[in-house]
């Protein structure tokens, strides 16, 4: 019988807008919409998936990502293992806001594992971050980096793999900084050789070819 052997509650925090609710979506249930309704209070979501050998069910839980407390707010903290603070390429206001979002899983939650998931990737060229910014803030929250697009589905596995896998001890909490561990920034796969693409092409490229594979699964259906 199917029986997960380890319950994992990740937080998904962030600013209003940043993606955190269509990133559920996309793990859990592997659907994306351009227009979903904004979360009222709290919701979450469930997923087994094996990552070493281990079955984990990953609750994700989200939010409004309003500010203040109440019960609601305190129920959604309580409990949590983990936490992904998520901020959008087009939306500075929601980079700048990460350190406070780390302050706040830190107080509610101690010091669990997290990860910085930077969102829209696709929308590059409209970017309100440099690379180098978000790096530096990477290495300034002592986090892991990956950039991300959750339309594409890019990067959405790879930020929860890695969040069980440090739980589970398998990972090592390194960051941005060092030449080594800036391969991670991009794709999320440790040790994957980049060549000599800088890391926002590396980015470009990993969505052309998602682009590229999803028209080819249309023209298939369509033949
Ligand atoms: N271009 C682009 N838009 C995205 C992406 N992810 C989410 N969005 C859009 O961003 C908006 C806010 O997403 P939502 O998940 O509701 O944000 P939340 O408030 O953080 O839960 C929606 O219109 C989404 O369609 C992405 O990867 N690329
Ligand atoms: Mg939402």
Do not use: H
């Not at 959405?156 to 900084?177: E, H, M, P, W």
């Amino acid at each position: 019988m199917f029986a997960p052997q380890r319950e994992l509650k990740i937080l998904v925090v962030g600013n209003r807008g940043v993606g955190k609710t269509c990133l559920i979506r996309q793990f859990c249930r592997a659907t994306y919409s351009d227009d979903y309704k904004q979360t009222v209070g709290v919701d979450f979501m469930e997923k087994v998936e094996r990552i070493g050998s281990e079955d984990v069910k990953f609750m994700l839980w989200d939010t409004a990502g309003q500010d203040g407390f109440n019960p609601v707010t305190r129920a959604y903290y309580k409990g949590a293992e983990a936490a992904v603070l998520v901020f959008s390429t087009t939306d500075r206001g929601s980079f700048e806001a990460l350190p406070r979002w780390r302050d706040k899983v830190l107080d509610e939650c101690g010091d669990v594992a997290m990860a910085l998931l930077q969102n829209k990737v696709d929308l590059i060229e409209q970017s309100e971050v440099s690379s180098e910014e978000a790096e530096a803030m990477a290495r300034r929250l002592n986090l892991r980096l990956y950039r991300g697009c959750v339309r594409e589905d890019l990067n959405v596995d790879s930020v929860f793999t890695y969040l069980a896998a440090l739980i589970q001890g398998r990972a090592n909490k390194d960051t941005v900084g060092t030449e080594k561990s800036t391969e991670k920034v991009a794709d999320g796969r440790p040790g994957v050789p980049r060549a000599s693409l800088s890391r926002s092409d590396s980015v470009k490229l990993q969505l052309q070819q998602k682009q590229q594979q999803a028209k080819k699964d249309q023209d298939c259906l369509l033949m």
